[in-house]
């Protein structure tokens, strides 16, 4: 069954580095996804993709974040300089189309940030 | 913005006990979706809702999207011990909202043999 993958499952980074979080998403999906959830937390938006563009963010996607697909297959996540307040687990999701279809999650990274 | 109050917020029930749970708004969703999440997993998608008033099951599990468009429930029969776990509601807002899932903040379910 074709699912979303991530990696890397846990992501250790120290104050002020970047970190990259790669995602495969199912190959026949259009749009792209990362939310993120801190621990204990609900789920939150962050970003969605769509035709090689953001078509939206949360006022928590905010200029430290970029997302990009460098290739056909990867859809990754960059965290320019990070804050303690971004250690969560990000989730990468993706869907055939947008508002009227189910979105499939991937299984997470967990980001510390220390 | 649009938000989703889920309740409860935790359920502690005995094996074979039936469990139900809900998700409320003040505006409307065009879809409703419950996911199961696993300690250290991903959301899995469990039952997808795409029209007010329709009502769907999924083995052990049955969910209803409200004729409001506002709520949504979902009920599991005849618990088992590995139906632990936090269950989230989601749902797409109208299109004019924008595009993303928006989640309730989820019940924590406890099953005690």
């Known amino acids: 069954e074709p699912e979303v993958t991530q990696t890397p499952s846990h992501q250790v980074t120290q104050m002020g580095q970047e970190v990259i979080l790669r995602c495969v998403p199912i190959?026949?999906?259009?749009?792209f996804y990362w939310y993120r959830q801190i621990l204990g937390q609900k789920v939150e938006f962050l970003v969605s993709?769509?035709?090689?563009?953001?078509?939206?963010k949360s006022e928590i996607f905010d200029d430290q974040f970029s997302v990009e697909r460098p290739d056909g297959s990867n859809f990754t996540l960059k965290i320019r300089s990070t804050k303690l307040e971004d250690s969560a687990m990000y989730f990468c999701?993706?869907?055939?189309?947008?508002?009227?279809?189910?979105?499939?999650f991937g299984q997470g990274t967990r980001l510390t940030v220390v | 913005g649009q938000q989703l109050n889920q309740s409860p917020q935790s359920m502690f029930i005995q094996e074979g006990e039936d469990v139900s749970m809900n998700c409320t708004s003040s505006s409307i969703f065009n879809t409703w979706l419950w996911y199961k999440q696993d300690p250290g997993e991903g959301p899995v998608l469990l039952i997808a809702?795409?029209?007010?008033?329709e009502l769907t099951s999924n083995g052990r599990l049955t969910a209803q999207f409200g004729i409001t468009r506002k709520d949504s429930f979902l009920n599991i029969s005849a618990s088992i011990p590995s139906d632990v776990g936090i269950y989230f509601c989601?749902?797409?807002?109208?299109?004019?909202?924008?595009?993303?899932?928006?989640f309730g903040a989820g019940t924590i379910l406890r099953v005690k043999s």
């Open positions: 989601a749902g797409h807002p109208p299109r004019e909202y924008g595009n993303k899932l928006v």
């Open positions: 809702l795409y029209k007010a008033g």
């Open positions: 190959s026949n999906h259009l749009y």
């Open positions: 993709f769509y035709n090689n563009e953001i078509s939206e």
């Open positions: 999701a993706s869907s055939v189309v947008t508002g009227v279809t189910e979105a499939f």
